[in-house]
């Protein structure tokens, strides 16, 4: 038997991967930054096949390199990405055009046109106003689009030839596949002017997409090993960080902020709709936009590239209510819990008494108390939560969490996407019976935070003005947006 599985991890920010073997040691991981493209206020885009494809052969390369693995000796290869996003291709699985990422909001009317056909409310994160936006802005592109596909799948064709996508995210697409069958909705489709004939087939997660083929040899990798269908990396998250039973939540902080929430085991719902099944299997209790985006561009922009590390050692000098000092984080938007990509960032409170550490606090809190504002209304079945991403990372912004959410949180001591979609390749090869060993060897945790009870009542204070400001100026983005 084979005794090494490929992960491979297309993020907002960076693409990650690792060698692992099934005693879930990690015998080498390697990652790559890219940037995400604005060409226009509110765009997010990323280059297909320079940041999907291309830091695939690389990472793929520097993982052989470092672990000394040979590659025959590699049993199967599980991809994961950043979904829902719109990737248009040829008949080749080339890419026509930039990808139009999950917080891109560039398609408002469209949204808005399709609210209108569509029976059950979508949000702008969705594809298919995108896709309406592409049909109407680039229409000759539209007309040379064969397929529209994901960045993990794109990576998945590039390896065995085969087109396909995981049910899960055809059914984040936005009311246009039916879960129940496992197929698109061509009537749905054609009212909303967009072709059926372009949706490629959709396939359980686990499913054996195909095998390596010739261009899998630019990667330094050999014809004839398993790739499975793959997923979102939320999914893949959640296995790679051990958050796999009902009622266990995780909070990830990194690019985008989001805080999941397991209602029943990851086990059982693997092979089938997940994290899209209107929040019965995973549901998503808050997805704040702008978090680790945020504090770069405030690290950046106002801090004028201050240290992470000096931030946050000045800011953990403060007080609670970074002295009274309140930002609500809705700089690309909001998501959750009721969606408005005309929102925008406000700091509240602001004097001249404030600084950098006072804002850099500030906005941290402001993301924690929308991560308070997900759990709220399902605290009584939150059993553990355990924090993961960049921000887990630091140690003030735990703690805060811990006082804010007034019950302990967990940080693991590695894992990660690439980890978890490189054990649920080596489950759908049968080298796993289920996620026993993913709980018991693959994943540990490394630090635990207890909350301060004087801290939770300040925040407490705080918290609930934090959600008068949110309710007070819902009514005014739009004017702000149509001035």
């Not at 890219?34 to 885009?45: D, K, M, Q």
């Not at 990405?81 to 699985?93: A, E, K």
């Not at 007309?143 to 990576?155: I, R």
Request: proline fraction near 5%.
């Amino acid at each position: 038997m084979k005794r090494v599985l490929l992960g491979f991890d297309i993020g907002t920010l960076s693409s990650k991967g690792v060698l692992v073997d099934l005693e879930g040691t990690v015998l080498a991981e390697a990652g790559i930054a890219h940037e995400i493209i604005r060409e226009a206020s509110g765009w997010a885009e990323h280059r297909p096949r320079e940041d999907y494809w291309e830091k695939f052969v690389a990472i793929v390369g520097m993982l052989l390199d470092r672990s000394g693995v040979d590659p025959h000796d590699i049993g199967a290869i599980g991809v994961d990405g950043l979904v829902p996003t719109m990737l248009p291709v040829d008949g080749n699985g080339e890419a026509l055009r930039n990808a139009v990422l999950y917080l891109d909001n560039r398609a408002v009317g469209q949204l808005e046109e399709a609210n209108g056909i569509l029976s059950e409310p979508i949000s702008l994160e969705q594809v298919v106003p995108k896709m309406m936006w592409f049909r109407d802005h680039e229409p000759e592109l539209y007309e040379k689009t064969a397929g529209f596909t994901l960045p993990h799948s794109y990576v998945v064709e590039k390896l065995t030839g085969a087109r396909v996508i995981d049910v899960d995210t055809a059914n984040a697409y936005g009311g246009i596949f039916d879960p129940d069958s496992g197929v698109w909705k061509p009537g749905v489709m054609e009212r909303l002017g967009l072709d059926p004939a372009r949706m490629p087939q959709a396939r359980p997660a686990t499913d054996i997409a195909g095998r390596t083929g010739d261009r899998a040899a630019k990667a330094g990798l050999p014809a004839g090993i398993p790739v499975i269908v793959g997923t979102g990396d939320s999914f893949s998250s959640l296995l790679g960080y051990g958050v796999i039973h009902k009622g266990d939540m995780m909070i990830y902080l990194g690019t985008a902020g989001t805080q999941i929430m397991c209602k029943k085991e990851l086990e059982k719902v693997a092979d089938t709709i997940h994290v899209s099944d209107k929040g019965r299997a995973v549901e998503f209790r808050a997805n704040m936009i702008a978090c680790g985006q945020a504090l770069e561009w405030f690290r950046k922009e106002v801090a004028g590239g201050v240290s992470y590390d000096d931030l946050n050692r000045e800011a953990a000098l403060l007080n609670p209510g970074s002295e009274k000092l309140i930002t609500l984080p809705h700089f690309m938007g909001i998501r959750t819990p009721m969606p408005d990509p005309l929102a925008c960032g406000t700091l509240f409170g602001l004097t001249l008494n404030h600084g950098h550490p006072h804002m850099y606090r500030s906005l941290i809190e402001g993301i924690t108390y929308g991560m308070k504002e997900g759990m709220d209304s399902i605290a009584s079945q939150v059993k553990r939560v355990v924090v993961t991403g960049g921000g887990s990372r630091s140690a003030l912004w735990c703690q805060i969490l811990s006082d804010c959410l007034n019950r302990p949180v967990e940080v693991p001591s590695g894992g990660g996407a690439a980890l978890g979609i490189a054990y649920l390749a080596g489950r759908s090869v049968g080298v796993f019976d289920g996620f026993t060993a993913l709980e018991e060897k693959w994943v540990t945790i490394g630090q635990r935070f207890s909350p301060d009870p004087e801290n939770h009542a300040r925040y407490e204070a705080f918290y609930r003005m934090y959600l008068e400001l949110n309710g007070q100026l819902a009514a005014r983005y739009r004017p702000l947006y149509e001035l």
